[in-house]
């Protein structure tokens, strides 16, 4: 092959984390535009299944790194792998996720090489990937290069690609990787379940409540809560529930503001923005949240935008496509009512 275009395949408990196939239609196009091949790596335990789909969305090669000593990811192990299999990669792409964020550094570090985060777009300057990244919480678009090391490593953002179509019928060679790990210093004891039920970089649709989600002077709390905060919380609580109910009836996975968060309406799983998840969906409703520069740093690169806001001056009106200027309490039951009715739930 001329240009060797690696491609990182995250999976947790048996199924292909989405972004990662978002990676391979990436490869695939790179390798249209600059010529070469596109080999997708694999690591785990007992994982034929996901080496299987990871050739069928177009790869030349699958390489399979099958071995107890990978059956949970753990940093070290699964960067030596990694960095062994990809030394000569021209170019070597990750979807963005939680393990992969860390995965991607360790890799660079081992192979004395560049990496380029969170990147929404890409053209070619010769064999250069020039990559196109949000800076500043998102209000600019810088454009990276990795000078002259290789390989070129970039974790794509999750949703800034489309997912490309699998062939059942195009076959990739299994390439086997030997995997030779000694005593590792970490051990994975288990798993914990995310509160956030779907996964919020994922979904394609998210509906988020902010602050405003408590917001509501008629409603009377329970005679036995009389602590002001418990009563704030109760209230943010009956907020959240028009939220599930819209979001249920859509398909959505619920989102949160860190004003939401903070004042422990919800889990910071949920909490979108800067310090918290980083979103593209098709369709963003955002509900009682003001639009704060943090906030749109997780969000503004939503297909579509819909706020719902009190205040017509709220900020968050000057991003959103469609805006409905009232209160949530009066906007969402009809809302979600006439969707239901419309979708024929
Ligand atoms: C370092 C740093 C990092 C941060 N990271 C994040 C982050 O990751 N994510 C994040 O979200 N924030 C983050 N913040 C906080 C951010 O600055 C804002 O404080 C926060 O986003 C505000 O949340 P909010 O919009 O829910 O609340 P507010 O700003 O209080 O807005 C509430 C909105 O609800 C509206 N409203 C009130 N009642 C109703 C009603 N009944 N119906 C309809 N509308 C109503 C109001 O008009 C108002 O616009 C960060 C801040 C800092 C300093």
């Given at each position: 092959?001329?240009?060797?275009?690696f491609v990182y395949i995250d999976h947790f408990e048996?199924r292909v984390v989405p972004a990662s196939l978002e990676a391979l239609?990436v490869g695939?196009?790179?390798?249209?535009?600059?010529?070469?091949?596109?080999?997708a790596v694999v690591l785990g335990?007992?994982?034929?299944?996901i080496?299987?789909?990871a050739?069928?969305?177009?790869?030349?090669?699958?390489h399979?790194g099958?071995?107890?000593?990978l059956?949970d990811y753990r940093g070290e192990a699964y960067a030596s792998v990694l960095s062994?299999v990809a030394?000569?990669a021209?170019v070597l792409l990750f979807p963005t996720t939680g393990r992969t964020r860390e995965l991607a550094g360790l890799v660079a570090v081992d192979l004395?090489t560049g990496i380029i985060p969170d990147v929404i777009?890409?053209?070619?300057?010769?064999?250069?990937?020039?990559a196109?990244r949000?800076?500043?919480?998102?209000?600019?678009?810088?454009?990276?290069?990795?000078?002259?090391?290789?390989p070129q490593i970039l974790t794509l953002r999750s949703r800034a690609f489309?997912?490309?179509?699998?062939?059942?019928?195009?076959?990739?060679?299994?390439?086997?990787?030997?995997?030779?790990?000694?005593?590792?210093?970490?051990?994975?004891?288990?798993?914990?379940?995310?509160?956030?039920?779907?996964s919020?970089t994922d979904?394609?649709?998210?509906?988020?409540?902010?602050?405003?989600?408590?917001?509501?002077?008629?409603?009377?709390?329970?005679?036995?809560?009389?602590?002001?905060?418990?009563?704030?919380?109760?209230?943010?609580?009956?907020?959240?529930?028009?939220?599930?109910?819209?979001?249920?009836?859509?398909?959505?996975?619920?989102?949160?503001?860190?004003?939401?968060?903070?004042?422990?309406?919800?889990?910071?799983?949920?909490?979108?923005?800067?310090?918290?998840k980083v979103?593209?969906?098709?369709?963003?409703?955002?509900?009682?949240?003001?639009?704060?520069?943090?906030?749109?740093?997780?969000?503004?690169?939503?297909?579509?935008?819909?706020?719902?806001?009190?205040?017509?001056?709220?900020?968050?009106?000057?991003?959103?496509?469609?805006?409905?200027?009232?209160?949530?309490?009066?906007?969402?039951?009809?809302?979600?009512?006439?969707?239901?009715?419309?979708?024929?739930?």
């Amino acid at each position: 092959m001329a240009n060797k275009i690696f491609v990182y395949i995250d999976h947790f408990e048996g199924r292909v984390v989405p972004a990662s196939l978002e990676a391979l239609g990436v490869g695939r196009e790179m390798a249209k535009t600059i010529g070469g091949g596109v080999s997708a790596v694999v690591l785990g335990q007992n994982i034929d299944d996901i080496v299987q789909q990871a050739g069928e969305y177009g790869t030349d090669e699958v390489h399979k790194g099958d071995d107890t000593a990978l059956k949970d990811y753990r940093g070290e192990a699964y960067a030596s792998v990694l960095s062994a299999v990809a030394a000569d990669a021209d170019v070597l792409l990750f979807p963005t996720t939680g393990r992969t964020r860390e995965l991607a550094g360790l890799v660079a570090v081992d192979l004395e090489t560049g990496i380029i985060p969170d990147v929404i777009d890409y053209e070619f300057d010769g064999s250069s990937v020039l990559a196109t990244r949000p800076v500043y919480a998102g209000k600019l678009l810088t454009k990276v290069v990795c000078a002259e090391s290789r390989p070129q490593i970039l974790t794509l953002r999750s949703r800034a690609f489309f997912k490309p179509e699998a062939d059942s019928g195009h076959s990739a060679e299994i390439v086997d990787i030997g995997v030779d790990i000694g005593d590792m210093a970490t051990e994975v004891i288990g798993y914990g379940e995310s509160q956030a039920g779907v996964s919020l970089t994922d979904a394609a649709i998210i509906v988020s409540g902010g602050r405003g989600v408590s917001n509501n002077a008629s409603l009377e709390s329970p005679a036995d809560i009389s602590d002001e905060a418990e009563q704030e919380i109760w209230r943010a609580q009956q907020g959240f529930k028009l939220i599930q109910e819209l979001a249920d009836v859509l398909s959505a996975a619920v989102g949160a503001s860190r004003a939401a968060v903070d004042a422990n309406y919800i889990a910071y799983d949920n909490q979108v923005g800067q310090t918290g998840k980083v979103v593209s969906p098709d369709l963003y409703i955002a509900a009682g949240i003001s639009g704060a520069i943090q906030h749109l740093a997780g969000m503004r690169t939503s297909k579509t935008i819909v706020a719902i806001n009190k205040d017509a001056d709220a900020p968050i009106f000057k991003l959103a496509r469609f805006g409905i200027v009232g209160d949530l309490f009066d906007v969402l039951p009809p809302l979600t009512q006439a969707l239901r009715e419309r979708m024929g739930l």
